[in-house]
């Protein structure tokens, strides 16, 4: 049972996190973690990750991880680009870096700039992608 979710339950949410990523990347745009955890639980029929509590705040990571892992095998950006921090601005949490370098597709150690930079490209691959399926 992933992070206390039965499998079916997980690849509910897998496929509603997918779906509103791609639905988030057609319309250009960003979601929030929040959001996406709300929107996530609502399609799903299950209870929102409790983002107050760090393994909660980590299953979601290890839920868009799942979602970006299946995607990779017939794409070549990271979907979960579109989510992010509260603050937009900030762009990703530390889990979509870890992820991409876990992958091969970001260097280890690399600078804020160059994280920055990464994400901007992928976030720019996942709505260029996703542009031209309206």
Known sequence: MPHGRTDDAWQSMMEAARSL???TARRQELITYSELNRQ??????????DFS???ERNALGTLL??????DLLHSRFMLSSVAALAE???GPGSGFYALAEHLGHLEAGASKERRYEFWAEQL???????KRRI
């Open 21 to 23: 990523m791609v639905h």
């Open 40 to 49: 996530v639980a609502e399609d799903a029929g299950t209870v929102p990750f």
């Open 53 to 55: 509590q760090d393994a």
């Open 65 to 70: 991880a799942d979602v970006v892992k299946d």
């Open 88 to 90: 937009l601005e900030r």
């Open 124 to 130: 720019k691959l996942t709505h260029d992608h996703y």
